[in-house]
């Protein structure tokens, strides 16, 4: 069975400080991995995906398969950054269909 | 730009009774989703639907639940006889290539 942890519920950091949102999974084929975020009173929204490799609004994240991790990084957090941060994982089926597991996300409060 | 839309945005209904939950995805999108959220848990998929028929359903889509595309644009979720645990935020979500979330039906059983 696959699974998502977000072991950190809420993750508050100061304006400029570095971020790390961790994600591990636990998944015995070869998955992809997303970072969702929702940001206060809008909808859910595709952050970034492992098998692009990336850089969206200065977020990185690097599929670890030995660890088993996605965590997502950002050298220098900025206010706007706060919102609830979903990791996700998908078993990639033929024909594009795919069951997505989430993790139960995290809330970033980056504080001026 | 395109977005999904959903209604209504909140829906209150007693326990036993019918709803429908409407989504209008992505024009061009191939594939279409039901995800619920019961409060301060984690976002869980329901059910995905392709070429008219639903391709994966996860355990929580029992025989209460059923999903249509009636008309070619709307996508819909009904569930038969609401239970009280079916108190949850309901997102759509459609896909070509990326996956776009609709604001999400906030149902409240009592």
């Known amino acids: 069975a696959q699974r998502v942890t977000q072991p950190e519920k809420l993750l508050s950091v100061f304006k400029g400080a570095p971020v790390e949102l961790k994600c591990n999974y636990s998944?015995?084929?070869?998955?992809?991995l997303f970072w969702y975020v929702q940001y206060s009173r809008q909808r859910l929204q595709l952050l970034l995906r492992?098998?692009s490799r990336e850089s969206i609004k200065g977020f990185t994240a690097d599929l670890n398969k030995g660890e088993t991790s996605f965590h997502l990084k950002k050298p220098f957090a900025q206010e706007e950054d706060s919102a609830m941060y979903y990791c996700?994982?998908?078993?990639?089926?033929?024909?594009?269909?795919?069951?997505?597991?989430f993790g139960r996300g995290t809330s970033l409060i980056v504080h001026p | 730009e395109p977005e999904v839309t959903q209604t209504p945005s909140h829906q209150v209904t007693q326990m036993g009774q019918e709803v429908i939950l409407r989504c209008v995805p992505i024009?061009?999108?191939?594939?279409f989703y039901w995800y619920r959220q019961i409060l301060g848990q984690k976002v869980e998929f329901l059910v995905s639907?392709?070429?008219?028929?639903?391709?994966?359903k996860s355990e929580i889509f029992d025989d209460q639940f059923s999903v249509e595309r009636p008309d070619g644009s709307n996508f819909t979720l009904k569930i038969r006889s609401t239970k009280l645990e079916d108190s949850a935020m309901y997102f759509c979500?459609?896909?070509?290539?990326?996956?776009?979330f609709g604001p999400g039906t906030r149902l409240l059983v009592l």
């Open positions: 998944y015995s084929g070869s998955p992809e």
């Open positions: 492992h098998i």
């Open positions: 996700a994982l998908s078993e990639s089926k033929s024909g594009g269909s795919y069951i997505p597991t």
């Open positions: 979500a459609s896909k070509k290539e990326t996956q776009y």
């Open positions: 024009s061009n999108h191939l594939y």
């Open positions: 639907f392709y070429n008219n028929e639903i391709s994966e």
